[in-house]
């Protein structure tokens, strides 16, 4: 609000001089330069800084954007903590159990472990929200019998569906490979020799996987490890949407029963963990809506009781089984592992990787315990969870190149060296040494450069929000429209 001396000096001039610098300035801003300005402006602003308070009531699924957010946020610690301590084997020491080989770090603890090596469960839990959110609106359109819409939200959602996740993947491991060559910092792939090589390189990964039904020889891209899940993501979409369209005609009862007995051939009849997690999702959010109309199974309603103490303690176990030992597969790993001997033997023979097991049980678990603890679903809630929510997809693309350029140099510099930073980043090596006091995972010279990394990569993930993740996802509602007839067609 303007003070009183300047409102003084305006009125005290002539209304003649007042009038044409009212119009310049009201043509300057109506000009398509301020505009384009302004829109820059704002996109880059971080929006912790427009202390906008949260109006409105929250929609009763919120907490999960939180859930998902809080999730992102553990995948971007996982992936530091172990880039930062490879030198000291960090892979295998921190993902092993807490006194495997004789190894009893604080980080390693039971449920503790989860806040330190949790990105294995956060990427269970993406699965099972999306296949939560994904079934939300063709259920509720389902349940009131509109059939005629439910088809068109189902065509709609999965022509919609390759834009939207593949689109930001395209754009930032495009990025990625443009950054080497414009600037020379390495980003963690082996460079072509020439930018028109690495290109051609790159198209070749992105044309073969992101094809839905092909079996690429790569596991993941060489630009952005971390994308392995988007394949995953495409598939389990397309499984939500095939389900709910061929138990279209079922009763309630058939279709819970049919959703139970495709998670069971998923885990216990082919190797397909993850597509038993989107399932699970769908399954979740068809008993949330019959519990929203107290319509649930009577077993289930028999339970209500004893809730509490049922919701806790799948809450803590969903933790426990969280921290499943995955340094490697071989189940001979996981019987030696202090506390899983026993456990190992529930392993079904047709899952492979065995930690996708637990984590299926441990995600199902925490989600479907978090709406039934009230001070757990208010966390959840909270403005900076459902921040991390709305950037999570950013978030979960971003903090990769982030680490693997200024995060690899900012931890050489405070002393998180090893045998390549000789090799590529010899200025950096020691630089600015951190002395490296408290438990492994929480040293001082680990957080310092957190101080600068965490703040980038959520900025950076917000930008990518506005600039890349938002209009994907409207290019691909665009696109859907233009392929649409007419109604005087459809008349």
């Known amino acids: 609000m303007p003070d009183t001396a300047e409102d003084g000096g305006l009125l005290e001039k002539n209304e003649d001089e007042v009038l044409p610098q009212r119009s310049r300035l009201a043509g300057l801003r109506s000009s398509a330069a301020f505009q384009t300005l302004l829109w820059v402006v704002q996109a880059i602003r971080p929006s912790f800084l427009n202390n906008v308070s949260r109006g409105g009531r929250l929609r009763m699924t919120a907490y999960l954007d939180g859930i998902r957010g809080f999730a992102a946020f553990l995948v971007y610690w996982h992936h530091h903590v172990l880039w930062s301590h490879e030198a000291m084997h960090a892979e295998s020491t921190l993902q092993s159990a807490f006194g495997y080989n004789h190894e009893h770090?604080?980080?390693?603890?039971?449920?503790?472990?989860?806040?330190?090596?949790?990105?294995?469960?956060?990427?269970?839990?993406?699965?099972?929200?999306?296949?939560?959110?994904?079934?939300?609106?063709?259920?509720?359109?389902?349940?009131?019998?509109?059939?005629?819409?439910?088809?068109?939200?189902?065509?709609?959602?999965?022509?919609?569906?390759?834009?939207?996740?593949?689109?930001?993947?395209?754009?930032?491991?495009?990025?990625i490979v443009s950054f080497y060559y414009w600037t020379g910092i390495f980003a963690n792939f082996i460079p072509e020799g020439s930018y028109r090589a690495e290109l051609w390189k790159w198209y070749n990964e992105i044309r073969i996987y992101s094809f839905i039904f092909g079996q690429p020889k790569i596991p993941w891209l060489s630009y952005h490890p971390h994308s392995w899940t988007i394949p995953v993501e495409i598939r389990g979409s397309v499984v939500v949407y095939c389900s709910v369209l061929?138990?279209?005609?079922?009763?309630?009862?058939?279709?819970?029963?049919?959703?139970?007995?495709?998670?069971?051939?998923?885990?216990?009849?082919?190797?397909?963990?993850?597509?038993?997690?989107?399932?699970?999702?769908?399954?979740?959010?068809?008993?949330?809506?019959?519990?929203?109309?107290?319509?649930?199974?009577?077993w289930m309603t028999a339970l209500k009781p004893f809730g509490t103490p049922i919701w806790y303690t799948m809450f803590i176990v969903g933790l426990l089984l969280g921290g499943v030992?995955?340094?490697?597969?071989?189940?001979?790993?996981?019987?030696?592992?202090?506390?899983?001997?026993?456990?190992?033997?529930?392993?079904?023979?047709?899952?492979?990787?065995?930690?996708?097991?637990?984590?299926?049980?441990?995600?199902?678990?925490i989600i479907s315990a978090v709406p039934r603890i009230p001070w757990l679903k208010r966390f959840f809630e909270t403005r900076f969870c459902l921040y991390l929510g709305r950037i999570s997809y950013m978030l979960y693309l971003f903090h990769g190149p982030i680490l693997w350029t200024l995060g690899d140099r900012l931890y050489a510099a405070t002393g998180w060296s090893r045998e390549a930073h000789a090799l590529h980043l010899p200025g950096w090596t020691n630089r600015f040494p951190v002395p490296k006091w408290g438990p492994v995972g929480l040293e001082l010279a680990f957080l310092v450069p957190n101080l600068i990394l965490l703040p980038l990569t959520l900025w950076m993930a917000e930008l990518g929000t506005s600039l890349i993740d938002g209009p994907a996802i409207r290019f691909g509602s665009w696109l859907h429209g233009k392929t649409r007839p007419s109604d005087e067609y459809l008349t």
């Not at 980080?107 to 296949?131: D, E, K, W, Y």
């Not at 079934?135 to 349940?143: E, H, Q, V």
């Open 105 to 175: 770090l604080f980080a390693t603890l039971p449920i503790v472990r989860t806040f330190f090596t949790g990105g294995h469960l956060a990427v269970a839990i993406f699965f099972i929200l999306s296949g939560y959110v994904l079934s939300t609106k063709p259920l509720s359109l389902l349940d009131s019998r509109d059939h005629l819409a439910l088809g068109d939200n189902l065509a709609s959602a999965l022509f919609r569906r390759w834009f939207r996740l593949w689109i930001p993947v395209i754009v930032v491991s495009f990025g």
């Open 246 to 298: 061929a138990l279209s005609g079922t009763t309630r009862k058939a279709r819970l029963w049919c959703e139970a007995g495709l998670m069971f051939y998923f885990m216990y009849i082919v190797d397909g963990a993850h597509y038993a997690m989107f399932t699970a999702g769908l399954f979740l959010c068809e008993i949330d809506m019959y519990s929203a109309v107290h319509e649930l199974p009577s």
């Open 325 to 365: 030992p995955s340094t490697t597969n071989d189940l001979t790993y996981l019987r030696d592992s202090p506390g899983w001997h026993l456990l190992s033997w529930f392993k079904p023979q047709a899952v492979f990787d065995f930690k996708w097991f637990f984590l299926f049980w441990a995600a199902v678990s």
